[in-house]
């Protein structure tokens, strides 16, 4: 059974980072791309960032490109996101979901909350 | 960037009845579409992916189609299970974006 299973949320302040983490198991992990994908209260689903099976490829949204970086570690079965220079409009449930090969996020984890406040 | 927009945004219905959610690309994404259901408080749920294809375990009353820019999600015999929101993706191009959902109420 595949699981993913997010931790490093939060309270933080504006100009704050934080460093979410995401545990995978359950499949091969080194070959599948792998996503963050965020909510923030009451809204609908924000893509947010993807990364390659290797690691060599890696995708953003405009609005976190420069603040936030994706990256894995295949030894660990780990996805990680840095987040720096937070902002209120951060504030959100990120969810790390896995990719079905070339297609949409077919497993994701239960999400963890980050709060952007003073 | 790819708009994604679905309607209606909000759908109220009877169990039983047969509901369709359309959701229409800004430009041509082959069958890049994928459908989720999401319900209060948890993760997104594939239903189907490539625009028709149902994800395993999916009930068979869940229904895709289209391509190129306009695909419709249908429900046959809905459920009291089925209700949720429900959101199409598009994962033709990055960035990869979602529709705004559609909240299928009782």
């Known amino acids: 059974e595949v699981q993913l299973l997010e931790s490093g949320g939060g309270l933080v302040q504006p100009g704050g980072s934080l460093r979410l983490s995401c545990a995978a198991s359950?499949?091969?992990?080194?070959?599948?791309?792998l996503s963050w994908v965020r909510q923030a209260p009451g809204k609908g689903l924000e893509w947010v960032s993807s990364?390659?099976?290797?690691?060599?490829?890696?995708f953003y949204t405009d609005s976190v490109k420069g603040r936030f970086t994706i990256s894995r570690d295949n030894s660990k079965n780990t996805l990680s996101l840095q987040m720096d220079s937070l902002r209120e409009e951060d504030t959100a449930v990120y969810y790390c979901?896995?990719?079905?090969?070339?297609?949409?996020?077919?497993?994701w984890g239960q999400g963890t909350l980050v709060t952007v406040s003073s | 960037d790819i708009q994604m927009t679905q309607s209606p945004s909000t759908l109220s219905a009877f169990v039983g009845d047969t509901v369709t959610i359309t959701c229409r690309a800004s430009?041509?994404?082959?069958?890049?579409l994928g459908w989720y259901q999401q319900k209060p408080g948890k993760a997104p749920k594939l239903l189907i992916y490539k625009a028709s294809i149902l994800e395993d375990g999916v009930p068979s009353r869940f229904t895709g189609s289209g391509s190129g820019a306009e695909f419709t999600l249908t429900i046959s015999s809905l459920q009291p299970d089925d209700f949720a929101t429900y959101y199409c993706q598009q994962y033709d191009n990055y960035p990869w974006t979602f529709g705004q959902g559609t909240k299928v109420d009782i």
């Open positions: 990364i390659s099976n290797s690691g060599g490829s890696t």
């Open positions: 359950g499949f091969i992990f080194r070959n599948y791309a």
């Open positions: 979901a896995k990719r079905l090969t070339l297609g949409p996020l077919d497993n």
């Open positions: 430009q041509s994404i082959s069958s890049s």
